[in-house]
């Protein structure tokens, strides 16, 4: 994860801000890819972020929307309809941006920027949010770009609080521009064994982030990443990991401890583009 200039708090990244230098380092430490945690298209420039990305060999993920809800508040779901007709307009937005960066695939990530719902009418909700998740889902599909739900715990969350519900929803909106996003840090939280919950997903994960249940590198913590990957392996998953951590105990240190332990059970790919869905090529 890069965090975007436009983001005014920190984020859950190594670096943030200076994306030429982020790139620049992240491509030294061996990372093949980027996914971009960004808030407001109207001040990202799609192209020149493609061209740093060119410039240092790094394939483009997708982009993340978080800070969409944590510092703007905007969220597609309650608390109001002027409040849900922003987001909706705030994420296509950055549907524009990521087909501007790569129309090959890239994502949308749709986690916080879900909204709160409405707390009184669950049922409402779901109906609310599946309308919404199919409008992205037909909007993005002809821009190249697909739409990746993040199940988040009930932490940070009112609805689509697991796997299963992710793929509760998935099977709702029953479009093919539109799956799920996992997050280890979560599914520690709603998903055990986390093993069993990427066997029951299957093909509908199109990315997933990483961490350990303290939000730092992966390597710092108590979930058995060999055990994951494993199942990744023998679920024929060929997408992504990105590192979604606290910049502990600095940038620097943060992304290549993280590197350097993936490297452990991921290879490397000289094909840098974000795959399809079902193909082999690399992470």
Same mark, same amino acid.
């Given at each position: 994860m890069v965090g975007a200039p436009d983001l005014r708090a920190k984020t859950l990244a190594p670096f943030s801000g200076d994306l030429p230098t982020a790139f620049e380092k992240l491509a030294r430490l061996g990372y093949d890819g980027i996914e971009l945690m960004a808030r407001d298209p109207a001040v990202l420039d799609g192209s020149k972020i493609r061209g740093w990305l060119e410039e240092s060999h790094l394939g483009f993920v997708g982009v993340c929307t978080g800070? $969409? /809800? /944590? =510092? +703007? *508040?905007?969220?597609?779901?309650? %608390?109001? %309809?002027?409040v849900s007709h922003r987001a909706m307009a705030r994420i296509k937005g950055l549907i524009d941006l990521a087909a501007a960066i790569s129309p090959r695939g890239a994502f949308v990530n749709i986690g916080r920027s879900r909204g709160m719902g409405e707390p009184r009418n669950l049922q409402q909700t779901w109906q609310m949010a599946e309308d919404a998740f199919r409008e992205l889902a037909a909007y993005a599909q002809p821009h190249g770009v697909r739409i990746a739900l993040e199940p988040l715990s009930s932490k940070e969350a009112t609805f689509v609080l697991s796997t299963d519900e992710g793929i509760q929803m998935v099977e *709702? $909106?029953? #479009?093919? #521009?539109?799956?799920?996003?996992? +997050?280890?840090?979560?599914?520690?939280?709603a998903d055990r064994p986390i093993t069993e919950a990427f066997r029951r997903v299957g093909t509908r994960c199109w990315h997933i982030h990483v961490s350990d249940a303290n939000r730092r590198s992966p390597a710092s913590g108590t979930i058995d990443y060999q055990a994951i990957i494993g199942v990744l392996v023998e679920e024929g998953y060929s997408g992504y990991l990105t590192t979604e951590i606290q %910049?502990?105990? +600095?940038? =620097?240190a943060a992304a290549r401890g993280s590197i350097e332990f993936l490297r452990r059970y991921v290879p490397s790919t000289d094909d840098k583009t974000v795959p399809a869905k079902g193909d082999t090529n690399g992470r």
């Open positions: 800070h $969409v /809800f /944590f =510092e +703007d *508040r905007l969220g597609l779901i309650g %608390p109001g %309809p002027q *709702r $909106v029953n #479009s093919p #521009s539109f799956g799920l996003m996992l +997050d280890v840090y979560h599914m520690n939280l %910049p502990w105990p +600095d940038p =620097e």
